[in-house]
C-alpha cells in the first residue's frame, strides 16, 4: 500500500491491525500516524490503544506482542497483506559473535564465504569481505586492520596456492581495493529482478569503497561497476603446491 491508499484506508475504517511503514523520509510516517490519531482514536483512546514502534529500535518479539498474535500467525498474516512480497531473513548459523570472533582470530581458521552463489534467490554473501572490514575489525576491534586485510588476501591465497596474488610488489598481479577504513562496510541486503525470466536474487551494495582493480586494470568506483569496463580477470589454470 502507498501513502494515498492508507489515507483512504482510514477514513473508509478499511484498517489492519498493523502497518509497517518504510523509506528514508519520515515525513509521511508521521503525517500517517498523526492520521490514525485523529480519525480512529479517541483521547482517551490514544493513550492505551495505538503503538507507534520504530524499526531500528525495536525488536521481532515486541512487534509480534503488539500485534497480539502468535509469531507464525504473525508472519502469515503480514506476508499476505504485503501480496506476499514480504521478504523475511534468519540467522541459521554463526548466531554467537563472541564465539565467531574467536574463531576467526584463531591461526588455524581461515575467512571464507559461503554457498550462497548456489542460492541467489535466499542468499548473498558477495560483501563478506566488506562486513570483516567494517563490522569485525573497526566496529568490533577482533583485530588490527592490518590482520584483516591479511586474512582476506594473502592467507588464502597462499593456503590455496593461487601464484603471485594477495600482496602487492613489483611482478604481482594488481589486484586492489581502495576503501575508506572509517566508513567501509556492505550495505543492507535488497532484492533485483535480473534473471532470466524475471527471477529474482539478492544484491548487497558496498559501502566505503572507492576503487576496485583487477591485474592492474579499474572495474569499479564509489557508484559500483564502471560501465564496459575491461573484462580483466582469468581463469587459474596453475597453482602451487602445498
Given amino acids: 500500500m502507498n501513502y494515498k491508499e492508507i489515507i483512504s484506508s ?3 475504517k478499511d484498517l489492519n491491525p498493523v502497518y509497517f511503514l518504510m523509506g528514508d523520509e519520515p515525513y509521511y510516517i508521521d503525517k500517517l500516524s498523526d492520521e490514525f490519531s485523529k480519525n ?8 492505551f490503544n495505538q503503538v507507534t514502534l520504530y524499526g531500528k529500535d525495536i525488536t521481532t518479539e515486541q ?8 509469531p507464525f500467525d504473525f508472519m502469515l498474516d503480514l506476508a499476505l497483506k504485503e501480496n506476499l512480497e514480504t521478504m523475511f531473513t534468519a540467522t541459521i548459523m554463526n548466531s554467537d559473535e563472541d564465539a565467531v570472533g574467536k574463531l576467526m582470530c584463531d591461526e588455524n581458521a581461515i575467512i571464507s564465504l559461503s554457498d550462497a552463489g548456489a542460492h541467489l534467490t ?5 560483501g563478506f569481505g566488506l562486513h570483516v572490514l567494517g563490522h ?34 613489483k611482478g604481482a598481479w594488481a589486484d586492489l581495493l ?3 577504513p572509517k566508513t567501509v562496510n556492505r550495505g543492507p541486503s535488497h532484492r533485483l529482478h535480473d534473471l532470466p525470466s524475471g527471477a529474482s536474487r539478492l544484491t548487497t551494495p558496498s559501502i566505503g569503497v572507492h576503487g576496485v582493480w583487477v591485474n592492474g586494470r579499474k572495474v569499479a568506483d564509489e557508484g559500483g561497476l564502471i560501465p564496459k569496463a575491461p573484462l580483466s580477470g582469468q581463469v587459474i589454470r596453475e597453482y602451487d603446491s602445498f
Wanted: glycine fraction near 4%.
Fill in 122 to 126: 535466499f542468499l548473498c554473501d558477495a
Fill in 10 to 12: 482510514i477514513s473508509n
Fill in 178 to 180: 581502495l576503501f575508506d
Fill in 63 to 70: 512487534i509480534i506482542s503488539e500485534a497480539k498474535q502468535f
Fill in 136 to 169: 569485525w575489525e573497526r566496529d568490533k576491534g577482533i583485530m588490527p586492520l592490518e590482520k584483516a586485510v591479511y586474512k582476506l588476501t594473502l592467507e588464502p591465497a597462499k593456503l590455496f596456492g593461487i601464484k603471485d596474488r594477495g600482496f602487492i610488489d
Fill in 40 to 47: 480512529l482514536l479517541t483521547a482517551e483512546e490514544q493513550e
